[in-house]
């Protein structure tokens, strides 16, 4: 087998041993969030990661202000002051002004280069020619969770220079949401196995056809042809060859984050079948090494997207309080609900946690 992009870090920027993976506090549910617009997509990802229990308990200890001298904008410095504000306020709703304040922020444009085919997949080329989520144009969940942590990720890194790409991909954000596929190429011709390691924060999975989230688990872990236009180019065979392609989960984050694609190629339209997806989940079936001990996950969160198309509808979010209840958030509006309505939706983002 030969393999290529898993190298050790030389220098690891947040030890994983001080992630605390439960609420060091226990409170009531904080306060829900003011639509300033259209920023309901934004709305959802901002009380998604308030309920992330190791993020929030970062946050709370404000260990990264306390040390950060970034100029300007840093999205670490203001997801701390918003969770605060969120947790704490004895206020019903609150204005997320300061992340819709730096919006047009570079960290919030150059990474939507990178995205493809989330909720609102077909309107890429509009947004490169944007460049930029604005509060009163409709944005897609998606999209923002991954310029978000994308700019937390980097605020992270401020300050660090001549660090290893190894070693950049140590910070609190990927110690909490990182994780490594593996995708292990087989030549059909001179039958060689070569492995191949990426990082990622998010999953994002094909559901067409798919009635439950194992059943998009098993077809993204599914074997798969590489040949016309896909040929792979062996080292052995020191050409383009047909190959066979498999991708696994070979190092399982702390949080595993799930985006089920519902945008159908090449239109508006929307994929709105019911996948179901369970509260507690096994990622052993669908890692590298499928025959080892359970990979359990617990949900505590939960994106909606109500609309039948793709190009307008309205986010909300389910999230599971330090308390341990389960609470809808839409907008202003936050209500106490059981696990059977979470567990009935129809889910765009799934958030679990080790």
């Known amino acids: 087998v030969i393999g290529k992009g898993m190298t050790p ?30 920023t309901c997509y ?9 309920y992330t229990p190791p993020l929030a308990n970062y946050l709370l200890s404000r260990q990264h202000s306390q040390l950060c001298h970034q100029q300007g904008f840093c999205m670490m410095c203001i997801m701390e002051d918003h969770v605060r504000k969120v947790l704490y306020s004895s206020a019903t709703a609150i204005r997320p002004r300061a992340v819709i304040r730096h919006l ?15 909720l609102r997949g077909q309107l890429l080329t509009s947004f490169l020619v944007i ?11 998606y999209e923002f969770l991954r310029c978000t942590l994308n700019a937390m990720h980097r605020a992270c890194l401020s300050g660090s220079s001549d660090l290893d790409v190894s070693s950049q991909e140590t910070t609190i ?40 989230l194992t059943t998009a688990l098993e077809d993204f872990v599914k074997p798969k042809q590489m040949d016309g236009k896909k040929f792979f180019k062996c080292s052995k065979c ?57 990979v359990l996950f617990s949900l505590y969160a ?35 609900c059981g696990i059977h309505t979470v567990l009935g939706q129809q889910a765009y983002l799934l958030f679990y946690a080790r």
Not at 42 to 50: D, I, P, R, S, Y
Not at 197 to 203: A, E, G, S
Request: charged share 20%; with cysteine; aromatic share 12%.
């Open 9 to 38: 870090p030389q220098k690891t920027l947040f030890p994983p041993e001080k992630i605390c993976m439960d609420w060091r506090q226990k409170r009531r549910p904080g306060a829900g969030l003011f639509n300033l617009g259209s």
């Open 42 to 50: 934004l709305n959802v990802v901002l009380q998604c990661l308030t």
């Open 104 to 118: 047009k922020c570079k960290q919030f444009q150059v990474l939507q280069q990178v995205f493809f085919l989330s």
């Open 131 to 141: 460049g930029e989520f604005k509060p009163d144009i409709p944005g897609d969940a």
């Open 173 to 212: 954000i990927h110690q909490i949401f990182g994780g490594f596929l593996r995708s292990r190429v087989t030549c059909l011709s001179c039958k060689t196995v070569f492995d191949f390691f990426k990082v990622f924060l998010d999953v994002l999975l094909k559901i067409k056809g798919a009635s439950s």
């Open 238 to 294: 020191k050409k383009k060859v047909a190959a066979s392609k498999m991708v696994t989960v070979h190092h399982a984050p702390r949080v595993l984050t799930v985006c089920l694609g519902r945008a159908d190629h090449g239109s508006s339209r929307k994929l709105s079948q019911v996948v179901e997806y369970p509260e507690y989940l096994d990622l052993r079936p669908y890692m590298s090494d499928p025959a080892g001990e359970p």
């Open 302 to 336: 939960v994106v909606v997207h109500n609309g039948h198309t793709c190009l307008g509808g309205h986010f909300f979010c389910y999230t599971k309080a330090s308390n341990g209840q389960w609470y809808k958030m839409n907008d202003v509006f936050v209500d106490s």
